[in-house]
């Protein structure tokens, strides 16, 4: 079989930067308070990492004095505080404020500060908010909280994938009605019943499959601007809900992360009997789109035809969120 490599993005996409939006930068299980966890997203470098009282925080890794990564060597952080490995500065955690340096009295003015950014710790993830041009967040990312379930979520399965494809053509690909039918061998072509802005970003309601193998009754998408998406799949007696973050690393790929719970059945034999096949099945057939996805070309004027799904409808609700 050939061995392809996915032409440079530049080839494939106009660079139009990252959206604005709450990016997913770490898993809320992997972030402590006695250990800065670094990570590479938004083509930056992050820590992350909780403060005294639990509260998850997400800054530049680069501490302002004179550029250490705050993670290398022996860079720490005890008690909220950062203290960075080239010359010991220390850093307030929560804010960024620089309280200490060992080797002056003369305190640098206050104004210098680590850069912390906007964080939210919601539905297992630690979100950091992103501005291209650096401004305050203007909405807040949806939470599974607003449900209301008469049973608890019980975490079933966690995929990680990096994708090249174009970033902007990920969550379209949910419009795209026909490749459901075409590359998915559905024997049912998806309908869209409404898509209605929200404060969070969008709220999609599909029209349930027929004949599938889940007799599913709703079926519909959160978006929280264009980098956070959970579907809420229910049926009777019985409930999914994938959580879905997509993060860009640098302008040729990007991380998605699909986190699927299963809506407790009362027992942990039960929940598995449920969720392996969905799971299963939901794996079998988002490594169909990779195939696909990972190659393609952003078009800007695609040639749609009737039977197409709202792609554009879609668009323009994405272009919100681009600068
Ligand atoms: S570079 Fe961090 S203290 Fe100097
Ligand atoms: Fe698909």
Redesign the pocket.
């Given at each position: 079989m050939l061995t392809m490599e996915a032409l440079p993005m530049h080839r494939r996409a106009p660079d139009i930067g990252f959206p604005r939006g709450w990016y997913c930068v770490a898993e809320s299980e992997k972030v402590t308070a006695d250990e800065m966890l670094p990570v590479s997203y938004l083509d930056e470098q992050f820590i992350v990492y909780r403060g005294p009282d639990g509260t998850a925080h997400v800054a530049d890794a680069f501490c302002p004095h004179l550029g250490a990564h705050l993670a290398t060597l022996d860079g720490s952080i005890s008690e909220g505080k950062i203290t960075c490995p080239f010359h010991k500065w220390s850093f307030d955690g929560a804010t960024g404020r620089c309280v200490d340096i060992p080797y002056t009295k003369v305190m640098v003015p206050g104004s210098v500060k680590l850069k912390v950014y906007p964080t939210r710790e919601i539905d297992g993830m630690v979100l950091a908010w992103y501005h291209p041009e650096g401004e305050e967040p203007d909405f807040e990312p949806w939470s599974r909280e607003s449900l209301d379930v008469d049973a608890p979520w019980i975490p079933h399965s966690t995929t990680f994938r990096e994708s090249t494809c174009p970033y902007r053509d990920l969550f379209e690909?949910?419009f795209?009605t026909a490749?459901?039918q075409q590359?998915?061998g559905s024997n049912f072509l998806p309908t869209i019943e409404s898509m209605e802005r929200t404060s969070f970003g969008m709220h999609a309601r599909f029209s349930p499959p027929t004949g599938e193998r889940f007799p599913v009754t709703g079926l519909e998408n959160m978006f929280t601007g264009v980098s956070l998406m959970t579907q809420l799949v229910t049926g009777d007696g019985f409930g999914f809900l994938q959580s879905v973050s997509a993060t860009p690393i640098d302008h040729e790929r990007f991380v998605q992360v699909s986190r699927l719970y299963v809506r407790d059945m009362g027992s942990p034999e039960l929940n598995e009997a449920l969720g392996k096949p969905f799971a299963d099945n939901t794996a079998f057939?988002?490594d169909?789109?990779f195939k696909v996805l990972d190659f393609k070309k952003h078009l800007a004027r695609p040639q749609l035809c009737a039977g197409d799904g709202p792609i554009m409808k879609w668009r323009s609700y994405q272009e919100e969120f681009y600068a």
């Open positions: 690909n949910l795209d490749h459901v590359l998915h057939e988002t169909k789109d």
